[in-house]
């Protein structure tokens, strides 16, 4: 017969059993595979310390960034690549300033500080990034006349860039996704990612946002409402 303490000491240990296990799952509960690809979203000069449109604390994101991409067989880079004068840019609209909005054919556009010009140092991928295996780098945001915040699909909402077809003839079935910023480039990658069918996972701090008028709440709950899984860096499995 089991007396009280007995009962007690056997009950705890079951209890301890199971929170390690939980917790040992929470801690990597997730492998990507080999239809799994990472992105990696314009992590370039002008979005780090001393870059023109410099994202807070945006060199946060490399050494994380370079911890899970371990992880991926399949690595695709962005490039915000803009040519000069580009449509985005506040520097092109007499008596507008940066962060201000204007409306476009195609709709509303933050206007933005000049950034990630074609071929200056300011576009160049962070030179911190050690990402090896990538595989593919795409640019983006090379018309004059229009945006492209995400790595699908320009701001007209019907040009595509390419990425959706290569995903697909590479039989990628999901997309993590990283980089800068967290309200635009990669909330609009995102959130194009499901609309072309893919599983997309955001990983929070291997990204950080620029904030303007309430774009970051805005863009989380955009994403949470498209089935965007929202997941930390410590849920991928890294390594053995
Ligand atoms: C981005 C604003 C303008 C981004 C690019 O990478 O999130 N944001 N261009
Ligand atoms: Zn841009």
Redesign the pocket.
Known sequence: MLDRRRMLAGLSTAVVATLATDKLWAAASIKPDDASALLV??VQNC?LPGGS?AVKEGEQVVPVINRIAKAFANVVMTQ?WHTPGHV?FASVHSGKKPFETIDLAYGKQ?L?PD??VQGTDGAALSKDLSIPQAELIIRK?FHKDV?S?SAFLEADGKTSTGLAGYLKARKIKRVFVA???T????AWTALDARKAGFEAYVVEDACRG?DTQGSLAKAWADMAKAGVKRIKSGDIAVGA
Do not use: E, K
Request: aromatic content about 20%.
């Open positions: 979203i314009d979005f449109l915000d985005s933050v933005w950034h990630c945001g945006d915040y980089g800068l910023a309200d635009f480039c990669v620029i």
